[in-house]
């Protein structure tokens, strides 16, 4: 079945530093792939549409300069968090659509665990 | 607007018994809905969904939902439950036109006793 790659799976960094985020489609292409934020025992929040060869669109509260969004291919998205401080902590999944089942629902990643310290 | 409501943030059950995880949702449009389930620092995998065929869905893992439109509910169900059942189950709604857009519930974490 198709498959999402996070990578990394846990990030632990400072207070300032920038983290990247990769989304990979293993084995379908998606032109669409979604992020979301889940804070401790909460739901999943999505943050962004993210668009290849186009500009990601942001839900509403969510910083675009803050979240940065990179759809290059047709496999492949990134999720920087610019500036990170401890309120970003949290647990990102993104998740994509596979082309060319235009009726299957979105295929989700595992996970990527962000600390800042 | 859409909405989902998952009524009990914790469900606790013994093994081989009934599990009935509830989920009610509102929308304004004719809705597409989901089950998922999240083991603990994973992603989401899909469970069920109804996209406006047979009301009954059935699943994988032996779970199987209920489309009740006059009810607005899309309760999650399973015979016997098993240890293995044990995470956290996200109801989900999307618009039938814009399938895109996932508005989850808050999710109900279940236990499973031996």
């Known amino acids: 079945g198709a498959v999402v790659s996070q990578h990394p799976s846990w990030v632990i960094c400072k207070s300032g530093t920038s983290v990247k985020i990769e989304c990979r489609s293993l084995d379908f292409q998606a032109t669409t792939m979604f992020w979301y934020r889940q804070f401790p025992k909460q739901s999943l929040m999505l943050m962004a549409t993210?668009?290849?060869?186009?500009?990601?669109?942001?839900e509403q509260g969510v910083e675009k300069d803050k979240f940065l969004i990179n759809h290059a291919s047709l496999t492949l998205s990134t999720l920087t968090v610019t500036s990170a401080h401890p309120e970003d902590s949290s647990f990102y999944i993104c998740s994509a659509r596979d082309l060319s089942h235009s009726n299957q629902p979105q295929h989700f990643g595992d996970g990527t665990r962000l600390s800042i310290l | 607007a859409q909405s989902v409501t998952q009524l009990g943030s914790h469900v606790s059950v013994s093994e081989g018994a009934l599990v009935l995880l509830r989920c009610n949702y509102s929308?304004?449009?004719?809705?597409?809905l989901f089950w998922y389930v999240q083991y603990p620092n994973q992603g989401l995998q899909l469970l069920l969904k109804y996209t406006s065929a047979a009301t009954l869905v059935k699943g994988i893992n032996g779970f199987e939902a209920e489309f009740k439109k006059s009810e607005t509910s899309f309760h999650l169900t399973k015979p016997s439950a098993h240890m293995s059942d044990a995470a956290e189950y996200f109801c989900?709604?999307?618009?039938?036109?814009?399938?895109?857009?996932?508005?989850f519930g808050t999710g109900t974490r279940l236990q499973v006793f031996p």
């Open positions: 993210s668009n290849e060869g186009s500009k990601a669109t942001y």
């Open positions: 929308s304004s449009v004719p809705p597409y």
């Open positions: 989900a709604v999307s618009d039938a036109y814009n399938t895109d857009k996932l508005i």
